[in-house]
């Protein structure tokens, strides 16, 4: 004898509800983190400094980059030297800061 074994022929799916976690503002507005202001003064000239632990050069453990952003991303830009055209895919995580030339674009300040 065969032991008996009750299968459902529907199954009841739980879907977890959306978390929505606060942050105090507008959607839809952008928000101040770096690679956010590296997009909008994307193409402007600057010097780009960048510190590693490990030594780039012989003796040397930093990158200084004179170009212009061409993409920013959450975790990395790519930087286009201006000299030579050379580009430069950098980890945000060992970027110190630039210089820019000109003013640089910025997010509104005005509460709405």
């Known amino acids: ?17 959306p978390v929505t976690i606060p942050s105090g503002r507008p959607p839809g507005r952008e928000e101040s ?19 590693f632990e490990n030594a780039v050069e012989q003796g040397k453990s930093t ?8 993409a920013a991303g959450r975790d990395h830009v790519i930087i286009r030297e ?19 030339d000109e003013e640089m674009a910025y997010f509104n300040q005005n509460p709405s």
Do not use: C
């Not at 004898?1 to 509800?17: A, F, I, L, R, V």
């Not at 983190?33 to 510190?51: C, M, V």
């Not at 055209?85 to 060992?94: S, V």
């Open 1 to 17: 004898m065969m032991p008996y074994y009750w299968t459902p022929t529907t199954q009841q799916q739980m879907t977890p509800p």
């Open 63 to 70: 990158k200084t980059v004179r170009g212009v952003v061409e």
């Open 33 to 51: 983190y770096i690679e956010n202001i590296l997009r909008l003064n994307r193409g402007k000239p600057a010097t780009f400094h960048f510190s």
């Open 82 to 100: 201006l000299k030579s055209n050379h580009r430069f895919l950098f980890p945000m995580i060992y970027f110190d800061f630039a210089e820019y």
